[in-house]
């Protein structure tokens, strides 16, 4: 199966102009895809670094019968247009994107929003943006995933240091090629661990070839500067937002590991205005969404639910998804 000759064949362009002052309003292609049942319940989800919507092709593929389901690549990413230095890539400029697209293109009044990894920055930043709105337009629920989203209690590896690092960032992509980087990610972030030829790390190698990803990689990684300059910040937006927030986190990520997740749940997530609740996911790394797109899937349709759940396993299986906790409402 060629994952990424399906994924790009069935999505369209949309034209957005950089809100970045830097970048002087350049115009920029981004990819766009909409899949699932026109008219079902609306569901968007938003892509992390450094990676793309293609993420999202087996848990849209579990999804399709009850979500109408919305994605888009950033500029730097999948199959978006990737302009190299010196365009800055931003958290806000993607935000303003997502939103942008959440009300002008897409046009959705209703809907819920999931996110991943880089995607829960933009996401919750989003949230304040589309709170702003006259009227306002908030998700219903907000799932936050796998995600370094309190970067005092990361792992960064060290790629991504060496990228980070204005000295090093350079010679450390140009060093990289895309079936390098895609077949590092199969090894380190998904469960079980995954070789070049798996179907999906294959398709990640092509998003990373496509438009010279691997040459913006020093660049696109600098929103961790933003993160870390603003992550508490939204975290505490957030805790008072009446939006239902759900987390939903893969057991076996080292990158982003389960501290983190227990720390904004306690800290921010747990007592905020809504229906909260917080899963842990026993056999997924970082990409839980490909390792155990059945069981995201069930709990994304939960959450759309909104019914009280017992603290237990998905499905009362040993290996089901744990529930750990559901915040008073």
Avoid at 136 to 145: E, G
Avoid at 209 to 224: E, F, K, S
Wanted: hydrophobic residues 40%.
């Amino acid at each position: 199966m060629d994952i990424f000759a399906e994924w790009q064949s069935g999505g369209t362009e949309l034209r957005w102009r950089s809100t970045t002052a830097a970048n002087d309003g350049q115009e920029l292609t981004v990819f766009v895809r909409r899949c699932g049942t026109p008219g079902a319940p609306a569901l968007v989800l938003v892509h992390g670094f450094p990676t793309s919507s293609i993420d999202y092709f087996a848990l849209t593929r579990e999804l399709g019968n009850d979500f109408d389901m919305f994605v888009l690549d950033f500029p730097g990413y999948g199959m978006s247009e990737k302009p190299p230095a010196p365009h800055a890539y931003s958290l806000y400029d993607d935000a303003r994107l997502l939103v942008y697209a959440i009300t002008q293109v897409w046009k959705l009044s209703e809907f819920r929003m999931l996110t991943h990894d880089r995607g829960s920055s933009v996401g919750m930043i989003a949230l304040e943006m589309l709170a702003a709105q006259e009227p306002p337009v908030v998700p219903v629920d907000l799932i936050l995933t796998n995600a370094n989203i309190y970067l005092p209690l990361s792992n960064l590896t060290a790629f991504q240091t060496a990228l980070l690092d204005p000295a090093t960032g350079r010679d450390t992509a140009a060093a990289t090629t895309p079936e390098m980087l895609a077949a590092g990610l199969g090894l380190s972030t998904f469960m079980p661990r995954r070789t070049p030829d798996d179907p999906e790390i294959a398709a990640l190698a092509k998003c990373f070839a496509h438009n010279d990803g691997i040459r913006v990689l020093p660049d696109t990684i600098q929103y961790l500067n933003e993160r870390a300059a603003g992550e508490t910040s939204w975290l505490e937006a957030l805790s008072k937002s009446h939006v239902n927030t759900t987390v939903v986190w893969g057991l076996h990520d080292n990158v982003s590991p389960v501290r983190v997740p227990n720390y904004i749940w306690q800290t921010y997530l747990k007592t905020k205005p809504g229906k909260n609740r917080y899963w842990l996911v026993p056999g997924a790394d970082h990409y839980l969404q490909c390792d155990a797109p059945g069981q995201l899937a069930q709990i994304v349709r939960l959450t759309a639910q909104g019914e009280q759940i017992p603290l237990q396993t998905l499905g009362n299986r040993p290996d089901g998804a744990v529930l750990v906790d559901e915040g008073a409402s």
